[in-house]
């Protein structure tokens, strides 16, 4: 069993940018599939982007697709999502995602573990 930690979130004004850390425990991180996914209040949880085991491929919502950047450095059990030019809609809690599988797309069900969550909160 893995345990997710999520961090990094805050209020930043519209264009700023934040790093949020998925950083994992109880086993190796470099096995599973690794997605972030996010949930504003009164709405369904949407997927944000996902990474392979390796980190040689990712996939992105539509929505954060050229200005957020997942990324992975297993040695340190730790993922990682890069959000600039963040815009108001980009608030929510954000949570990372490991998928024993190694599945690493949109489809929440197929996640194993979450992690706690991290808000973000973006003014315009």
């Known amino acids: 069993q893995v345990r997710l930690v999520d961090s990094g979130g805050g209020l930043v004004q519209a264009g700023a940018s934040l790093r949020l850390s998925c950083a994992a425990s109880?086993?190796?991180?470099?096995?599973?599939?690794m997605g972030w996914f996010r949930q504003a209040p009164g709405k369904e949880r949407e997927f944000v982007a996902a990474i392979s085991r390796s980190g040689g491929s990712q996939s992105y919502a539509d929505s954060v697709k050229g200005r957020f950047t997942i990324s992975r450095d297993n040695a340190k059990n730790t993922v990682y999502l890069q959000m600039n030019s963040l815009k108001p809609e980009d608030t929510a809690v954000y949570y990372c995602?490991?998928?024993?599988?190694?599945?690493?797309?949109?489809?929440?069900?197929?996640?194993?573990?979450w992690g706690q969550g991290t808000q973000v909160t973006v003014s315009s």
């Open positions: 109880g086993r190796t991180l470099s096995t599973y599939g």
């Open positions: 995602a490991a998928a024993t599988s190694g599945f690493y797309g949109s489809t929440g069900r197929t996640y194993d573990y």
